[in-house]
């Protein structure tokens, strides 16, 4: 019989992985997963709650923190889209970039090595045809006929 310790047990369990890998990961997109773990783990216990209780006010709680949870999902998503284009990384160290001013930067005791940046490839003008050596494939006779 599953009991309301179990249900208990397996929301603390998602609540500490998602604290661990909150704490231990630098990748914004990572730390916003643990956090979105840790999320999930407390609507376990507020389900566990209202069921062990016999009412609704678990359920209802829980559907209010899942609305939240998709509401920051997308303004997450949209903070981690203005800061790659911003500074071509996601470690949580460029942050630092939109503090207050006048606020000291946090050290960083072990900084991320900087990914040299490539070019992006260019794609032909439209309307004009490619000549053969911007091709992305070689001709042949049957493909220019």
């Given at each position: 019989?599953?009991?309301?310790?179990?249900?208990?047990?397996?929301?603390?369990?998602?609540f500490a992985l998602g604290l661990v890998g909150f704490?231990?990961?630098?990748?914004?997109?990572?730390?916003?997963?643990?956090?979105?773990?840790?999320?999930?783990?407390?609507?376990?216990?507020?389900?566990?709650?209202?069921?062990?209780?016999?009412?609704?006010?678990?359920?209802?709680?829980?559907?209010?923190?899942?609305?939240?949870?998709?509401?920051?999902?997308?303004?997450?998503?949209?903070?981690?889209?203005?800061?790659?284009?911003?500074?071509k990384s996601l470690d949580s160290g460029d942050w630092?970039?939109?503090?207050?001013?006048?606020?000291a930067p946090a050290a960083d005791p072990d900084p991320?090595?900087?990914?040299?940046?490539?070019?992006?490839?260019?794609?032909?003008?439209?309307?004009?045809?490619?000549?053969?050596?911007?091709?992305?494939?070689?001709?042949?006779?049957?493909?220019?006929?």
């Amino acid at each position: 019989m599953i009991t309301l310790w179990h249900f208990l047990g397996v929301g603390a369990a998602l609540f500490a992985l998602g604290l661990v890998g909150f704490l231990t990961r630098r990748n914004l997109i990572t730390m916003f997963l643990s956090a979105e773990l840790m999320l999930q783990g407390v609507v376990v216990n507020l389900l566990a709650f209202g069921r062990y209780h016999g009412t609704l006010s678990g359920q209802v709680t829980g559907l209010f923190v899942i609305t939240v949870a998709a509401c920051e999902a997308g303004l997450a998503m949209a903070l981690f889209l203005v800061l790659y284009r911003r500074g071509k990384s996601l470690d949580s160290g460029d942050w630092q970039q939109v503090r207050e001013a006048g606020v000291a930067p946090a050290a960083d005791p072990d900084p991320l090595p900087v990914p040299p940046v490539e070019d992006e490839p260019k794609l032909p003008v439209p309307g004009l045809r490619p000549t053969p050596a911007d091709a992305p494939f070689p001709q042949t006779e049957a493909s220019r006929a």
